[in-house]
């Protein structure tokens, strides 16, 4: 079992940003990958970003340019820089890990983008 606990979301005006980390623990040596989805109020849960253990990202398109992942592999942790929020990017965003496809996932922590 792999336990994910989220830290770092909140309230933030449009342009802002925010920094969210979630930090393994349990039988880490099976993760291979970490990332992000989220979900915002009557929508699908979508993917934001993962990253390998060798640190190659990948990006919905919606991100791009805005948002960066990152991964400390001596911490069991994964980042998510989000810069330039939008009031779209509302969400409760969630992060994953697993093998390839998630398995574990985190309780989620709320983001918000208002004026």
């Known amino acids: 079992q792999v336990q994910l606990v989220e830290s770092g979301g909140g309230l933030v005006q449009p342009g802002g940003s925010l920094r969210l980390s979630c930090a393994a623990s349990?039988?880490?040596?099976?993760?291979?990958?970490m990332g992000w989805y989220r979900q915002a109020p009557g929508k699908q849960r979508e993917l934001v970003a993962t990253?390998?253990?060798?640190?190659?990202?990948m990006y919905a398109d919606s991100v791009k340019g805005r948002f960066t992942i990152s991964r400390d592999n001596a911490k069991n942790t994964v980042y998510l820089q989000m810069n330039s929020l939008k009031p779209e990017d509302t969400a409760v965003y969630y992060c994953?890990?697993?093998?390839?496809?998630?398995?574990?996932w985190g309780q989620g922590t709320q983001v918000t983008v208002s004026s």
């Open positions: 994953i890990a697993g093998t390839g496809a998630p398995g574990y």
């Open positions: 349990g039988s880490i040596l099976s993760i291979y990958v």
């Open positions: 990253i390998t253990r060798g640190g190659n990202p």
